[in-house]
């Protein structure tokens, strides 16, 4: 089972950006994948970026370009950089940990992300 703890949400411009961090723990992370889901008002919580053990990467179609989903060298810390970031980019941002076989799911408490002038 992973445990997770989100940092670094909070209030910023248009076009600028923002880093999300996930410190995970656990005795068997490295075999998890490490996924950002966000959750905006009046709307369903959909995945924004996951990364495998192998290292394969998965982005949402909104935000292929502007976001970058790694991980460090422990596999121990997810990060999330957001670039050019728009107002529709608002929503609470959770990191998740899961594996497929036999299925497992960890959330962290979320993090908010509000992008307004």
């Known amino acids: 089972q992973a445990q997770l703890v989100e940092t670094g949400g909070g209030l910023v411009q248009p076009g600028g950006s923002l880093r999300l961090s996930c410190a995970a723990s656990g005795n068997i992370v490295s075999t998890y994948i490490f996924g950002w889901y966000r959750q905006a008002p009046g709307k369903q919580r959909e995945l924004v970026a996951n990364?495998?053990?192998?290292?394969?990467?998965n982005y949402a179609d909104s935000v292929k370009g502007r976001f970058t989903i790694s991980t460090d060298n422990a596999r121990s810390t997810i990060y999330l950089q957001m670039n050019s970031l728009k107002p529709e980019d608002t929503a609470v941002y959770y990191c998740?940990?899961?594996?497929?076989?036999?299925?497992?799911?960890?959330w962290g408490q979320g993090t908010q992300v509000t992008v307004s002038s």
């Open positions: 998740n940990a899961k594996k497929l076989s036999p299925f497992t799911s960890s």
């Open positions: 990364i495998a053990p192998n290292g394969f990467l």
